[in-house]
């Protein structure tokens, strides 16, 4: 089968010499030419048998890395290369943490060519046989695109961990195929709420990024026997630096390819890792606490996000824990103090249910109505579960009895 090739500039005459030297390569063929980057997306999603994308960096109206991110995201084994005037170490540094697969001048030569469309569709190819396997427990996956959600604490005690492992089992129970995502890399204690230990962690997948197979996945990622998969932090605080961008944005990647459902509990401090979760996330949340100093983190978080343009704050959830009618700040006054509008689901206090499940390490059996119907109600509000999956009143009792 010929490589398949997509040219994207708004450059007539620049698309009229790659479609000319394209042409003198054997195996090699040009399915299109897209002037925008909307229209290079979306060609890219529907194009099951696309293997490289030419990117002129001047391509609007989003920026050359910008969708070279979006690639790497939405199409894993599609391996996007960069046309660039400017061929220095900053211009190649910030492609490759962007996750092209190389650079180029824009006008190069015919051997130049290539040579780099040939080494980067051999690893094109690489990655969708390794994406097209099924050795981590599930069917083929090829072209499939999972909903990444991040979970985000205002800071700590907001309960971001509680809920990213309770969507996630809920998940579970819906009939979807779930990882649980541990990117709270120094500090992540995913493996404590659910009573597991086990030798690897993300920052074993760092050194192999680029080229992530099913069988290292299924040594790294553990199978909790509630059903989701887990991708447990480094038990070493200090390997969370070895944990970049480029290697967060191409674990997502792989992760979203394979499962229904990704959650990634980012909690309360930011690292490379968990600001790349969040940007690449389809719906992201702040847990927040009713109290007057929570939501001014909350706000400041947000109005953080933006400024580093991983969020619009328009884009982000929030999510009211420990939240009751007799607190002094209710859903409304929050979000004024927030300039963001809080989800409709309040999850209620629930300290001495979660402490005795967290304590024996059986998250299932949170024994409380109320905190169980509102994962339920959650997840349905975050479009992660489907509206019937939320649970009547008095279910909890007969899922406890069920997980017992």
Not at 22 to 34: C, K, P, Q, W, Y
Not at 93 to 110: D, F, K, Q, Y
Not at 351 to 380: C, T, W, Y
Request: charged share 25%; aromatic share 2%.
């Amino acid at each position: 089968m010929s490589v398949q090739v997509l040219i994207g500039t708004g450059d007539p005459a620049l698309a009229a010499q790659l479609r000319t030297q394209i042409a003198e390569l054997a195996d090699i063929h040009v399915v299109g030419v897209e002037a925008d980057s909307d229209s290079v997306l979306g060609m890219v999603g529907s194009h099951d048998e696309l293997d490289i994308v030419l990117l002129d960096d001047d391509l609007g109206p989003n920026s050359g890395l910008h969708l070279v991110r979006e690639i790497a995201m939405r199409r894993p084994h599609v391996a996007a290369v960069l046309l660039n005037d400017q061929l220095d170490e900053e211009v190649l540094a910030r492609a490759l943490e962007a996750g092209a697969r190389g650079v180029l001048g824009r006008t190069p030569s015919l051997d130049e060519l290539s040579s780099r469309l040939l080494a980067v569709a051999e690893w094109s190819r690489g990655v969708r046989r390794w994406l097209g396997t099924s050795d981590v427990g599930g069917p083929e996956v090829g072209g499939r695109r999972g909903r990444i959600l991040a979970v985000a604490g205002a800071k700590g005690g907001t309960g971001t961990t509680t809920i990213a492992v309770q969507l996630a089992l809920a998940g579970v129970r819906a009939g979807s195929s779930v990882c649980l995502v541990d990117m709270d890399l120094q500090t992540g204690d995913v493996g404590t709420y659910l009573d597991l230990v086990h030798r690897r962690s993300i920052a074993d997948l760092v050194s192999v990024s680029n080229e992530i197979t099913g069988a290292m996945l299924a040594d790294v990622l553990f199978v909790h026997e509630a059903g989701p998969h887990v991708l447990l932090a480094p038990q070493e605080g200090e390997k969370a630096e070895d944990v970049t961008s480029s290697a967060a944005r191409q674990i997502m990647g792989v992760l979203r390819s394979r499962y229904d459902i990704v959650i990634v509990d980012c909690g309360a401090f930011m690292t490379e890792g968990s600001v790349t979760a969040i940007e690449a996330a389809d719906r992201a949340i702040i847990t927040v606490t009713p109290d007057l100093p929570c939501l001014r983190a909350a706000k400041r978080l947000g109005q953080l996000w933006k400024r580093l343009r991983v969020r619009k704050q328009e884009d982000i959830a929030v999510v009211l824990t420990r939240q009751s009618r007799k607190d002094e700040i209710q859903p409304d006054f929050a979000a004024r103090i927030l300039g963001m509008t809080p989800l409709k689901t309040t999850v209620p206090p629930a300290f001495r249910a979660l402490e005795k499940a967290i304590n024996n390490g059986a998250p299932l059996r949170v024994d409380h109505d109320g905190f169980r119907r509102a994962m339920s109600q959650l997840g349905a509000e975050l479009g992660i579960l489907p509206a019937t999956a939320i649970q009547p009143r008095g279910a909890p009792k007969r899922a406890k009895a069920e997980a017992t």
